[in-house]
C-alpha cells in the first residue's frame, strides 16, 4: 500500500521565494496604508542627483543629450593623494559618476539639516557638469538663484 503525501494546511506565499512565516501572509509596509514611504539617504541621495541632473539637461540640451549620470557609494581606486574625489567625469565617455559617501560625509556644512545636505549635492552635480562642459558652475544656470 502506498502513503499519501500529507496535505499542506497553511497556503502558499503568492510569491516564490518569500518568507511566509507561520502562514501569515505576506507583511505590509512599515508605514501603513495612510502614510508616505520611508526613504533613506541613498534614496534621498539618487533622487536629488536625478532631479539636478534633468534641471541642467534641460538648460544645455545639445551638450548634455548623452551624458549618462551614476551614483556610486566609494571610487573604486584611491589616488596617491589625501583627499577622496568626490565625483568623477569621463569626457571621452560622456559619463559622470558621483560618489555618494564622501559627499555626504566629508561635507562640512554649517547646519546639518535636508536642504543644507540637498545643495551640498546639487553644488557636486553643478560641479561635475561644468568640469565636463568646461565652463564654470555659476555659468551653467545663470537665473537659478537670482530671485534669492
Known amino acids: 500500500m502506498v502513503a499519501k503525501p500529507a496535505r499542506r494546511t497553511t497556503p502558499v506565499s503568492a510569491r516564490p521565494g518569500w518568507r511566509d512565516r507561520h502562514g501569515r501572509g505576506i507583511r505590509a509596509a512599515v508605514t501603513g496604508p495612510h502614510l508616505p514611504l520611508l526613504h533613506s539617504r541613498a534614496d534621498m541621495f539618487e533622487m536629488t542627483v536625478a532631479s539636478t541632473a534633468e534641471y541642467l539637461k534641460d538648460l544645455w540640451p545639445g551638450e548634455l543629450a548623452d551624458v549618462a549620470f551614476e551614483v556610486a557609494g566609494m ?8 583627499a577622496v574625489d568626490r565625483w568623477r567625469v569621463m569626457v571621452k565617455e560622456r559619463r559622470v559618476i558621483l560618489y555618494r559617501l564622501p559627499i555626504e560625509r566629508l561635507s562640512r556644512l554649517h547646519r546639518y539639516d535636508d536642504l543644507h545636505k540637498r545643495m551640498m549635492v ?13 565652463k564654470d558652475p555659476w555659468d551653467l544656470a545663470p537665473d537659478r538663484f537670482r530671485h534669492l
Open 75 to 82: 571610487p573604486s581606486e584611491l589616488g596617491a593623494s589625501p
Open 122 to 134: 546639487e553644488s557636486c552635480v553643478f560641479r561635475a557638469v561644468a568640469e565636463l562642459l568646461g
